[in-house]
């Protein structure tokens, strides 16, 4: 089975701009699930969605958002670029068959680093 | 709420040296345990798991045990390599659900982990 994909993998912007980021998940896999990295604060969850619903959302503000198509495939915006979202940032799929789902084993990509200039 | 605790490193060591590196846990409910590795540039491998306590888990010859009475997860490896340099996460994911769906990983800082020949 081919693994988590994400798109693109580096992504250079300048402040106030915004970007989208795109992840395609396990096959079969119906929850996909967002999260940040950066040095000062490691890994921050975003959020999760499964069957194109966001089941639940981390601390972030509303400037960070997203999506999952029919065919799992997820998006992730974040409009009003900061300085401080320069980040790198990792989606993660699973397979999701119990209720919440959040204890099955969740598989990652190798990230979007996006530098925000 | 829900933390995990672990050195950060760096830790260095000679190629064939024991290595542990410690992890403890707060969290509600019974929570499933995780290491994921990091190498550079990449995202996060799932290197083992444990869903209840007492339960080892085991990949690569790495190993860890699920210690309910001291809430701990520590990782171990008898003989470690060159190749196995890079950066360890040790992750919960609770049993206690909000909002129905899943509320993420929560991860310790990293181990960042360099073996010298």
């Known amino acids: 089975k081919a693994g988590v994909t994400q798109t693109p993998r580096y992504l250079i912007k300048t402040r106030g701009q915004q970007v989208t980021l795109s992840c395609s998940p396990i096959?079969?896999?119906?929850?996909v699930s967002w999260y940040q990295q950066t040095p000062g604060q490691g890994l921050q969850f975003l959020f999760e969605?499964?069957?194109?619903?966001?089941?639940n959302k981390g601390n972030f503000p509303g400037r960070f958002s997203g999506r999952q198509f029919s065919n799992s495939r997820s998006e992730m915006n974040v409009s009003t670029l900061e300085l401080g979202d320069s980040a790198l940032y990792l989606c993660?799929?699973?397979?999701?068959?119990?209720?919440?789902?959040?204890?099955?084993?969740?598989?990652f990509g190798p990230g979007t680093r996006l530098l925000v200039l | 709420g829900n933390s995990v605790t672990q050195m950060e490193g760096p830790v260095t060591l000679s190629e064939e040296a024991f290595l542990t590196i410690n992890c403890t846990y707060t969290?509600?409910?019974?929570?499933?345990l995780f290491w994921y590795v990091q190498y550079p540039g990449e995202g996060l491998q799932l290197l083992l798991k444990?869903?209840?306590?007492?339960d080892k888990g085991s990949n690569k010859g790495f190993e860890a045990t699920y210690r309910k009475e001291t809430t701990s997860f520590h990782l171990e490896k008898g003989s470690v390599q060159v190749s196995d340099s890079a950066v360890y996460f040790c992750?919960?994911?609770?049993?206690?659900?909000?909002?129905?769906?899943?509320?993420?990983?929560?991860f310790g800082k990293g181990t960042h982990l360099i073996i010298q020949p």
């Open positions: 993660a799929s699973s397979s999701a068959l119990l209720a919440g789902g959040s204890k099955e084993t969740q598989y």
């Open positions: 096959s079969g896999h119906r929850s």
């Open positions: 969605y499964f069957s194109e619903t966001q089941r």
């Open positions: 969290a509600t409910g019974y929570p499933s």
């Open positions: 444990a869903t209840k306590a007492d």
């Open positions: 992750a919960l994911s609770d049993e206690v659900y909000s909002g129905g769906g899943a509320d993420g990983l929560t």
